[in-house]
């Protein structure tokens, strides 16, 4: 399973790389909008976790244009604890999940497993 993390917040980033590299998944990692959707729009992902709040494009963004680029990956958002709206909006705008943060990262993962058996019918990790 290939994984894009984005995240500017370089210590949650860390530890959710940690966290899905021991769960079995291959993570890249990237801190800043314009390149995460240039990424996400050219890069065959099978999961994408996206956070909100970043350099240059907003996750709401980057998420939007992927969408109505036609690409389908699995998209989970993260945002502040105070964000209803945001997640409101994010999910309108094709987020498959959300996750608050702060969060644990066994809640990161389980949501992860979640969105992969309803999107690809099983409940990896699978290698492939
Ligand atoms: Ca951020």
Redesign the pocket.
Known sequence: MRTLVV???RQIAEDMATSLGAAGFAVELCQDGEDAWYRGGTEDYDLVIL?L??PKLDGLTILRRWRAEGRNMPVIILTAREGWSARVDGINSGADDYLVKPFQMEELIARVRAVLRRTHGHAGPVLS
Request: aromatic share 0%.
């Open positions: 995240e500017d917040e956070d709040g970043l």
